[in-house]
């Protein structure tokens, strides 16, 4: 399953990179998240997709 960031959705807080900066970054512009790893299966994925506030990150 790939993980995926609905962009529309997030918000930018950084959580994500904070709790998994393996699998994710902030765009070039520092306004979103993005998966550079979207096939990873790191745990900190899901304690990721639990913590996002605006629920912008899920696995597809």
């Given at each position: 399953m790939a993980i995926v960031i609905d962009a529309e959705e997030c918000v930018g807080c950084e959580t994500c990179v904070e709790l998994c900066?393996?699998?994710f970054e902030m765009d070039d512009d520092g306004e979103k998240a993005i998966v550079i790893k979207p096939d990873s299966d790191a745990e900190c994925v899901?304690?990721?997709i639990?913590?996002?506030p605006s629920e912008a990150i899920s696995r597809e």
């Open positions: 900066p393996d699998v899901d304690e990721c639990d913590t996002c």
